[in-house]
Each structure stands twice: as structure tokens, then as C-alpha cells.
């Protein structure tokens, strides 16, 4: 999706910011992003910096997804995700400033010194975010309604089969997916930035209120995309305590969900990303299902078209 730069915008957006923010002295466009019409760190003329996106259409569907990330900033520690500065509309844009986060997206590989820093992320979101009153959707009603499984088995891509143990296990994942926690849903190594110790959680605007080990769990899927073997990407994920208390079925019904929502979304999308990130998620519910799907390479010819929701807008 084309991006507006600075200068693109409408005069009447670009007041507006300044009337928030301070006059602007440049802006440093992201060079990864795809949910925003608008996203770019603003340098101030008063020394100050602050990170703004926004939709041009305010009252569409994109424009909900970013006023729900608003509604839910107040909820998040300030130690783990931006602060939302403020939020303005104008001339039909809504936008969003938010604090302005440094470091370096988290290198999710085999041996990465960022593995421990972003274990402690999820450790203490886990904590802060347990019984969370934020105003967002239940997960569970989402993947209900979603149904990947039952979809695919319903309108087979060719050569595509779906035995029924996978659908049986979709039903147990909307209940694991349940809960009364702030979930991210979208995690991955560009939604987390790390600076020394430290890690960010940033864009937030799929977030819903279900249990936190789905969050552990997808990023399970993304450790195994990165190079990890699914055995090893376990073992990463037993030092946080959520996933302590998550049963094992509970943990094979949520990996094979989400290879459900990848395939799913591999046979609508024509992105290339899907080809390293379905393999990953499937190779990672083989492996809590014995293999005894029978599929385990039966689903490769879909994967010609895939990739993901988006990505940051930072």
C-alpha cells in the first residue's frame, strides 16, 4: 500500500499534528509498514520526537482498527509498549501520536542474544496484563467465527485435503484461546524492538481479550520460522510462567490453530511470505500431534501465494 509522505499530506492534516505536536522540522518515513496511510517519526523544531500513523479514511474498517489501538493504550505498562500522546481527526484522517521508541527488531534466530530480552517481555506481560478490563473483542469469538479448518474442508484448495482431527482440535482451540487477558495476536520480530535489555511491544491494534498463551504460542510458530526446531522452540517458551500453566492439550490445540489461520490465509493471500510461515506452523503441530495427521507434506502446492497481515508501521 502506497504510504503518504509528509508533504503529501493534506495541508489541513499537517496543521492539526503541529497543533498537538509543535512544528514539524522533518519527517523519517519507516522503511517497514503496510497498515497505515500515514506513519513516520516526527523531529520537532523543539528538539522533541514523536511517532504518528493514521488512516485517511476515519470511518472505514482500517479507521477502527486504529481507534481500537487507542482505546486500549491506556491499558498497557508503559515499560513494554509506547505511551499514546495524543489522537486528533481531521479533513477525514484519524491520527495517532505515541511516544517515540528506539532499537532494533528482535533478531528471533538460534543463539540470538535477543531471546532472553523478549522471554522477559513476555514474562511480564503475561503478569500485567492477566485480567485485563481493556475494551477489545474476545479471540475466542474471533477464531469461532474464523473456523480455518472447517473453512479449508469446506472449499478445499486442489490437492488439499483436511482430515476431521483437525477440525476436532479447532473446537478445543477457541477454548484455549479463551481468557480474560490483553493478548497482542500479532506478534512477531517486527512488532518488537529491542534496545540493550529491554524490549518494546509495539502496534497493538489486534489486540483482544483471551488467554496470553496464545501470544507464547505464536511466537512459538515464529522461533521454528526463524531456524528453531520445535522441540527447541519449547523449550524457549517453559521459563514463562503462562505457558507454565498451559496443559499440553491446550498447547497442541493452539499450534494446530494456528497453522489453521496460516493456511487459511496462504490460500486467500498472494504474498510469499506464507512459504516460510506455514511449513513452520505445520511442522511445529506435527510435532505435538505425533504426526499422525497424515499431511504432513500435503499441503506445499498452496503455498504459491502467502504472507502475512501487515507489519509495523514503524
Known sequence: MPRSTWDEL????????????????????PSAGRNSDFSATLHLHSGGVVFCKGIADAEGKRGAVHRHEADINPWLPSALAPRLRWRIEADGWLLLGFDRVTGAHADLTPGSPDLPVVADAMAALGRDLADCPAPAPRLADQWARL?????????PPPGMSVPEQLIAWEARAVEAADGHDLVHTDLHSLNILVAGRQATIIDWAWSRTGS??????????????AGHTPPAAEDWAEALPVWQRTPPAARTALAVEIWGIWQYQAAQQHRDLWRILVPAARAWATHRLGDNTGVEHQFDDVLASGHERGGPDR
Open 10 to 29: 493534506p495541508a489541513t492534516v499537517r496543521a492539526a499534528i503541529e497543533r498537538k505536536a509543535g512544528l514539524v522540522a522533518r519527517a523519517e518515513i
Open 147 to 155: 473456523a480455518p479448518w472447517r473453512r479449508l474442508a469446506k472449499n
Open 212 to 225: 496470553a498463551a496464545v501470544d507464547v504460542a505464536f511466537l512459538i510458530a515464529r522461533l521454528i520460522a
